[in-house]
């Protein structure tokens, strides 16, 4: 029952604190600024009341208003968090809003952000401060408020020294910088325009104090003036997918952790599943059927091509003793890995990661000790290449092949497939994540660059007329990140080898 003002950050959604992202998650109700991040959203309850206050041109929310809603919803007893840019008192009026509920004996709580005017600089590579460039720093908002009849005495901001941060300063950069040259900074004194700082959008802007009024600043842009912004200690802006956006068509659960380790490189994932995982056709009868008989030693091999397959069966066996008398075949390190989130360790993982190696393995592999005939178990996809199933059989094998899950295609969020369209690159993990995006995206929502996982999702892909930019060498998505940053980084994206095949548009 108390009203929290909440910092959200500069954009960066790492840069949400710990208390935040917990207050967040348990909010009935989020009051929130149009914010650089929209997903921070996403740590509220699906249920909380999302209230958009933002000050979008043209349709502004007045501050009274904003008040008055917080006192109202505060005071029927909800935990209400207003969520606001950067720090909440930091040129961002939670001054006035912790006033109101006091006033009207609200309790409220307030949540510090990291305020753009340190962050920003810093993703941009600059420190605010430095030994023999400048021992303080002035944080000054460059809005004038006709309302209220105050002016900044910049003259003296001048005379301060140190480092200057102009907030809401770039519609009067030009006054503000004939302003600080009146009060004694130097002409060549470096400034460092930061536009969209901590988000796959910043761009850097370097001019001098002279230069400032002429420069092409685009807001929202934190100003810096001062012998620091001569310090170029860029990291952000040259992480090697920096600025680019890659669309993501893994199934939702699998997104992430393609999603993380690109925005880790500097790349803006665009995520448009274009497959979900849903339960078999039988419901999973034949599953459970199947899964009861690897303790009672039915199969000499149970064969895993997939992590789905791995997750759905291992449920149904609680008790890791069930796979004591049995050899267990991951296709590739990711099912491998999943199978060791239960404590199995595959006794095969072939060095490529497709079926045909897969099955020369097993082949290879020693036979069971009853003399008879080898028997495999193998749970996977409703749809699925017969390579491995007729490969083992053709060896005198016999295979029980059971449907642990189906593949089948979501429905794809209209503005997410806008923002594929204009993507630089796809991934794409598997032969229906192609076949699925194409049919529900088109062909025209297919960006320049088509990455796959491996030889047959690019088979796929080139059967279905597109130009496959890049094929992992190792099939993983390790290997599908590594060969992107080889396509994708360095200016204009062609760092890596030439891109020889492009997808007609
Ligand atoms: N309370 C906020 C500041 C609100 S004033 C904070 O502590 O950060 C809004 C101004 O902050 C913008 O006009 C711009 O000058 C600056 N700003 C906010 N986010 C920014 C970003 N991502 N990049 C550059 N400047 C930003």
Not at 133 to 147: K, L, M, Q
Not at 449 to 459: E, S, Y
């Amino acid at each position: 029952m108390t009203v929290y003002l909440v910092g959200a950050g500069p954009g960066d959604p790492g840069l949400l604190t710990l208390r935040a992202a917990e207050v967040l998650a348990r909010a009935d109700v989020v009051v929130h600024d149009r914010l650089a991040e929209v997903s921070l959203l996403d740590r509220a309850p699906a249920g909380a009341e999302r209230i958009d206050v933002g000050k979008t041109p043209g349709s502004p929310v007045a501050q009274e208003d904003i008040n008055s809603l917080l006192v109202e919803h505060g005071r029927r007893g909800a935990e209400v968090v207003r969520l606001k840019g950067g720090d909440p008192f930091v040129f961002g009026r939670g001054g006035e809003e912790a006033l109101a509920l006091a006033a009207a004996g609200v309790d409220f709580e307030v949540v510090p952000g990291v305020t753009s005017a340190v962050a920003v600089p810093a993703y941009a590579g600059i420190p605010i401060t430095h030994r023999g460039r400048a021992t303080s720093f002035t944080v000054v908002t460059g809005h004038r408020r006709a309302d209220l009849d105050v002016d900044t005495d910049w003259e003296a901001v001048a005379r301060a020294g140190g480092t200057v941060v102009v907030l809401m300063g770039v519609a009067h950069r030009a006054e503000i910088a004939s302003r600080l040259l009146a009060g004694g900074r130097d002409p060549g004194t470096p400034v460092a325009a930061v536009t969209w700082g901590t988000r796959p959008e910043q761009v850097t802007l370097r001019t001098t104090l002279a230069g400032l009024g002429d420069a092409p600043v685009e807001p929202p842009a934190t100003i810096v003036v001062g012998e620091v912004a001569g310090l170029d200690l860029a990291w952000y802006e040259r992480r090697p997918l920096f600025g680019r956006s890659v669309v993501v068509t893994r199934a939702r659960p699998q997104a992430s952790a393609l999603s993380a380790r690109l925005r880790d490189l500097g790349a803006r994932p665009v995520e448009v599943p274009a497959i979900a995982v849903v339960d078999p056709a039988d419901g999973g009868a034949g599953l459970a059927t199947a899964a009861s008989g690897i303790p009672a030693g039915r199969y000499d091999w149970v064969v895993l091509t997939s992590a789905n397959a791995v997750g759905r069966l291992c449920e149904l066996l609680p008790d890791g003793r069930a796979w004591a008398g049995v050899r267990v075949a991951a296709i590739g390190p990711g099912t491998a890995e999943a199978l060791a989130g239960y404590r199995l360790v595959a006794d095969l993982v072939p060095a490529e990661h497709v079926a045909e190696a897969l099955l020369a393995g097993l082949l290879a592999a020693s036979p069971p000790a009853h003399g008879g005939p080898c028997r495999a178990l193998l749970p996977r996809a409703a749809v699925a290449r017969e390579v491995l199933p007729a490969g083992l059989r053709a060896a005198g094998w016999e295979v029980e092949v059971v449907e642990a899950y189906r593949s089948v295609v979501p429905e794809m969020a209209p503005a997410a497939l806008e923002q594929a369209g204009a993507a630089d690159a796809i991934c794409f993990t598997s032969s229906s994540t192609v076949t699925n995006y194409l049919t529900v995206a088109g062909r025209e929502r297919v960006p320049p660059l088509v990455a796959c996982i491996g030889p047959v999702t690019a088979a796929t892909a080139r059967d279905a007329g597109l130009g496959v930019g890049v094929v992992a060498a190792d099939h993983t998505i390790a290997g599908l990140v590594a060969a992107l940053v080889g396509e994708l980084s360095g200016p204009g994206g062609s760092g890596g080898a030439d891109r020889k095949e492009r997808s007609p548009r």
